[in-house]
């Protein structure tokens, strides 16, 4: 069956009290990742949301974070002698460092992209706006803008705990970011990418053009 939604949820209690932290970009992807970047101090569960085409869903068992094991940690190159190494505040991708030195990077690091949990792109890459406590009284506001900080449009006075703003609405493909409110204070500054028309996902070419 065709795949409409993944949603990873977290939990203090393997049992209730869930919220979405992210969703996928691209649900029909065979492999999927997801990297939690808030992890809440104390004991934490996770379980995936997924929902089908024509309204059906689950929810998986929910599962502790385990150490991964099997991935060996990386020695470093006997071709590389010390003098090599510098006190200048870099990391040297894939390689360990030895103490007191800091590798040159040969290429500049750039953060690993974290959608949204939030505010994410649909399968059919749309905007999803997912606001489980937004209430009457809440003053929820979005301000989207283009990748060269022009606004576009601001949505007021949210209420709704689940919208969708169509895609049409951004008028090209590309990188977008927002700014969500909640009572007039700043609470997540994130961005998305809108695919072109018949693609989903983010394009390898576009990772590093995000801002």
Known sequence: ANIST????????SLKNYT??????DPMNKENGFVDGRVPAGRVFYRVFVAFEGGRYLFTKAYKP????????PTL?????IDE??????????????????AKPDVPLIPPYIPSKFIFINKENNVTIELPDATENSRYSIQFFDEDDKKLFELKKITEPYLVVEKVNFIHAGWFYFK????????EK???????????????SE?????
Request: glycine fraction near 8%; charged fraction near 20%; avoid cysteine.
């Open 6 to 13: 993944i949603n990873i949820q977290r939990s203090k209690d």
């Open 20 to 25: 979405t932290i992210g969703s996928v970009l």
């Open 66 to 73: 385990v150490i991964d094991t099997s991935v060996a940690e």
């Open 77 to 81: 190159p006997q071709h590389l002698k």
């Open 85 to 102: 190494f510098t006190k200048e505040p870099h990391q040297q991708p894939g390689l360990p460092q030895p103490p007191g030195v800091i």
């Open 180 to 187: 969500l409110y909640q009572d007039g204070i700043l609470r």
């Open 190 to 204: 994130n961005q998305f990418y809108i695919p072109k028309e018949g693609k989903t996902g983010i394009p390898a």
């Open 207 to 211: 990772i590093d053009k995000r801002f």
